[in-house]
């Protein structure tokens, strides 16, 4: 019921930044906890990001502090993903993800959809 499509993704070297948009289908956006999750080459998918409906609550994982921002407009529909002092590491496929049901952020298996992904690639 619910469509995620990425966007944003790109070619930067490192030291850039890039913005990661998500754009959500559906009339319940503002009822959903949305997250970022990023896979490299040859590597698990890493939970990036993640931010509440209200945006009260926002969670990273360590190697992002800092420098990545996740924000919400709900208005719009869309969440974002502001990547700051981008590093060769960072060079992933990234994928947007919604939990539905529930109001806190979940484990990683309690996001129910699932973007396409988009390629951000960190030069150096």
């Known amino acids: 019921q619910v469509q995620l499509v990425e966007s944003g993704g790109g070619l930067v070297q490192a030291g850039g930044s890039l913005r990661l948009s998500c754009a959500a289908s559906?009339?319940?956006?503002?009822?959903?906890?949305m997250g970022w999750f990023r896979q490299a080459p040859g590597k698990e998918r890493e939970f990036v990001a993640a931010?509440?409906?209200?945006?009260?609550?926002?969670r990273y994982v360590d190697s992002v502090k800092g420098r990545f921002t996740i924000s919400r407009d709900n208005a719009k529909n869309t969440v974002y993903l502001q990547m700051n002092s981008l590093k060769p590491e960072d060079t992933a496929v990234y994928y947007c993800?919604?939990?539905?049901?529930?109001?806190?952020?979940?484990?990683?298996?309690?996001?129910?959809?699932w973007g396409q992904g988009t390629q951000v690639t960190v030069s150096s």
């Open positions: 931010i509440t409906r209200s945006a009260y609550t926002t």
């Open positions: 559906g009339r319940s956006f503002g009822n959903y906890v």
């Open positions: 993800a919604a939990h539905t049901r529930g109001l806190t952020i979940p484990a990683t298996g309690g996001f129910d959809y």
